[in-house]
């Protein structure tokens, strides 16, 4: 009995190990690999420039030194260092992004399939929250110096709740951790509208007017 349990129990811990492995993005298989984004070469992550034309520079990002435009519907930018915009970043397994917000501005419910996300606020005030898997609600207000954290592939949300601008820093376990906001991919999508009729309760009319927001 003995034997059969330990047996059992490195079972489960290789399937967890297996787990965790497919979790994120693959470990690097070199120091560096610098994305050449001029490559039209097609791979799960970037092709790597040369490096011997690797420089310092490729390390270094200063898009989210500046704040975003927020002047657009949702009120609301968001700057992403992801592998793609910091080629230094490529096989690294991380990312950042920066969110601006006008006075009442929204981050729209989103997901990011790849990546959790820890959010630093920089100024003002976000009612933050993320949706679980049985639909409950974590939800709450963070200020100047909060820290709030998204597990991974969960839709979640920030709201500019403050008398003034608000901003803030998102750190994720992922060089390209995707990013599918739900409304746009819904309506926006192309999906037959009666799928959308069903699943939402809707007429016909309400779904062609919800989908003219979406339309490209």
């Known amino acids: 009995m003995t034997k059969v ?7 489960l811990q290789l399937a967890l190990s297996t787990m965790m492995a497919a979790a994120s993005d693959a470990d690097p298989e070199q120091d560096f690999c ?15 420039k ?9 390390f270094v990002f200063h898009g989210l030194a500046t704040p975003g ?4 519907g949702a009120g609301s930018a968001v700057t992403p260092a992801f592998a793609a915009q ?4 490529n096989t ?48 709450v ?22 008398e003034g601008n608000a901003a803030a820093i998102a750190a994720l376990n992922s060089q390209n951790p995707g990013v599918q906001a739900q409304a746009a991919a819904l309506f926006g999508s192309g999906i037959n509208d009666v799928v959308l009729e069903k699943a939402f309760g809707l ?4 779904v062609e007017h919800i989908k003219t927001k979406f339309a490209a």
């Open 5 to 11: 349990f330990f047996l059992l129990l490195l079972v």
């Open 34 to 48: 610098v994305a050449e984004l001029n490559s039209a070469t097609l791979v799960n992550d970037l092709v790597c």
């Open 50 to 58: 040369s490096p011997a034309a690797v420089t310092a520079n490729d």
């Open 69 to 72: 435009n927020t002047a657009n």
């Open 86 to 89: 910091f080629p230094g970043l």
């Open 92 to 139: 690294l397994g991380i990312s950042m992004a920066r969110l601006d917000f006008a006075q009442g501005g929204l981050v729209p419910p989103h997901t990011h399939p790849r990546a959790s996300e820890i959010l630093f606020v920089l100024e003002g005030s976000l009612l933050v929250g993320f949706v679980s898997t049985d639909n409950k609600l974590f939800a």
């Open 141 to 162: 207000t963070v200020n100047a110096g909060d820290v709030f954290v998204f597990p991974r592939g969960l839709l979640h949300f920030q709201l500019n709740v403050g």
């Open 203 to 206: 007429s016909e009319n309400a």
